[in-house]
């Protein structure tokens, strides 16, 4: 059974105080005026897709929207998932690449002189250890020993035939794999 939702924002701005002062001796008398209608804080059940990605109902953005509105919105987000790192051991990702060696690889514009290996992750996203550089997947260049091309991107369907490979691999992570893929789709689809 699933529990309401008690919290309500006003519909309209928050009340406001006013205290009249009489003389000294006498306490301020206080009136407040309060808004009547209240609107209905959403559900995360209600709010939220199939994949568990938040999407607000275009009545709610209308009123989050609304330059005079007079309150605060906190909204906290809790992944559907951590972010789980290893070190990237795969062929190369660039474009129109045939290098199907796989290997390590390093962050070439590290300020380290020996770099660690580059890690990803499951949110698509590559990281270096020695200079703490992380940025997702589309905002990495590639360039491999054996391919005979400059550095270059990715694209969703390189990246797909590359971790098919890494799938077919055995004793590869299948689950994180597919966890980084799957990220990896909504970057470049969103």
């Given amino acids: ?5 008690e919290y309500i924002l006003p519909k309209e701005k928050p009340f406001e105080t006013v205290y009249e ?9 206080e009136e407040a005026k309060h808004a009547e209608e209240v609107v209905r804080l959403p559900m ?14 275009p009545e709610f953005i209308e009123k989050l929207r609304d330059p005079n509105a007079r309150f605060r919105l906190d909204l906290v987000v809790f992944p ?7 070190d990237l051991e795969i062929s190369c990702m660039a474009r129109n690449c045939g290098n199907k060696y796989v290997s390590k690889w390093i962050h070439s514009n590290c300020s380290y002189f020996y770099p660690s290996n580059i ?6 996203r ?13 905002r990495w260049s590639f360039r491999c020993h054996g391919g005979g091309h400059s ?3 990715t694209d969703l369907p390189t990246l797909t035939d590359v971790m098919i490979a890494v799938l077919d691999k055995p004793g590869s992570n299948r689950e994180f794999v597919t966890k980084f893929l799957k990220s990896a789709r909504d970057i470049f689809n969103g």
Avoid: R
């Fill in 80 to 86: 559907a998932w951590t972010e789980e790192w290893e």
């Fill in 119 to 124: 890690q990803w992750s499951t949110h698509a």
């Fill in 151 to 153: 550095y270059q991107t």
């Fill in 21 to 29: 002062l009489k003389n000294e001796n006498e306490k301020p008398v």
């Fill in 44 to 57: 995360l059940s209600e709010i939220t897709d199939k994949d568990g990605k938040v999407k607000l109902p």
């Fill in 1 to 5: 059974m699933t529990k309401s939702n």
């Fill in 126 to 138: 590559l990281k270096c250890p020695s200079c703490y550089t992380i940025a997702d997947i589309s």
